[in-house]
């Protein structure tokens, strides 16, 4: 059976829920201890729009409330976990208060200022361009992040991080026995992680992808993964197999009372504006 790439959903930007979901099964996350902190999330990741530009969206969220995990690009376990369930990110928060941080947060990549504004609805506040609406940028661009801050709301705060960079990424093919080889443009430091999600629908079943194995690995541009630990995605008799690579790039940073994170993708195949 032939390897695929999935066929890619309608893309705004991947928020702290989709990337805490990205990494939550491959022990690539920060375990924090349940309690009420101020939370600020500022997102940058690569988009395709219908010129096949690659651009970006930048997106932002703070509030008050519980966070047991973030996603970590520090922690690379080399190492692949089943995820029996596959189920498609999401952005939606619960049981938390949304903060005003100011009227637009600020992001500079590549010398150019970007306003993001803030946008209410149903209660809930987030920092976004109008849907549809992408900014020019380049993979690997450094990023500042300018927080006004709001009296009452999450404090004032500068953010300077890097985005993650475009890669390629060496056809995969699931062998029957040994290892699948994989083979990559390496990063050009060590603050980077590679997730490999591996999906796929299984034999019997409505042939949607329903199944996924989820691998985390050094961003160094070489590994491999023995068949025994993926066996049900190489099975020849799959409906269909699928994979997304993602190089992930974060950066966590203490606030009074809190923190702030940084998350920056870029997708292989990327995902469509």
């Known amino acids: 059976m ?7 959903r309608r893309f705004g930007v991947l928020g702290v829920v989709g990337a805490t979901a990205l990494v939550a099964s491959c022990d690539t996350t920060l375990s924090f201890r349940p309690n009420e902190l101020l939370w600020g999330f500022v997102t940058i990741n690569a988009v395709e729009n219908a010129s096949a530009q690659i651009r970006t969206a930048p997106n932002a969220v703070f509030f008050r409330g519980e966070v047991s995990t973030v996603p970590s690009a520090a922690l690379r376990p080399d190492s692949c976990f089943p995820v029996q369930n596959f189920v498609p990110s999401t952005n939606s928060f619960t049981g938390v208060t949304y903060l005003d941080a ?3 947060v600020s992001v500079t990549m590549g010398g150019q200022a970007n306003s993001i504004p803030r946008v ?18 380049t993979p690997g661009d450094s990023a500042i992040i300018a927080i006004p801050g709001a009296n009452g709301g999450y404090p004032q705060v500068e953010l300077r991080a890097k985005t993650a960079e475009a890669f390629t990424l060496q056809p995969l093919v699931a062998p029957s026995t040994g290892y699948m080889q994989l083979r990559w443009n390496r990063a050009a430091d060590t603050s980077s992680a590679l997730i490999l999600q591996l999906t796929f629908a299984p034999a019997g079943g409505s042939g949607n992808i329903s199944r996924e194995y989820r691998c985390a690995f050094k961003d160094d541009g070489v590994d491999s993964i023995p068949v025994s630990a993926i066996p049900d995605w190489t099975n020849a008799t799959n ?8 190089r992930l790039r974060t950066v966590l940073r203490d606030i009074s009372g809190g923190a ?3 998350i920056s993708t870029y997708q292989i195949p990327t995902p469509k504006q």
């Open 2 to 8: 032939p390897l695929s790439r999935p066929r890619v």
């Open 102 to 104: 100011g009227a637009a």
């Open 120 to 137: 209410s609805n149903s209660g809930i506040t987030s920092y976004n361009l109008a849907s549809g609406t992408s900014v020019n940028y």
């Open 239 to 246: 409906i269909k197999r699928e994979f997304i690579a993602t």
């Open 260 to 262: 702030i994170q940084f």
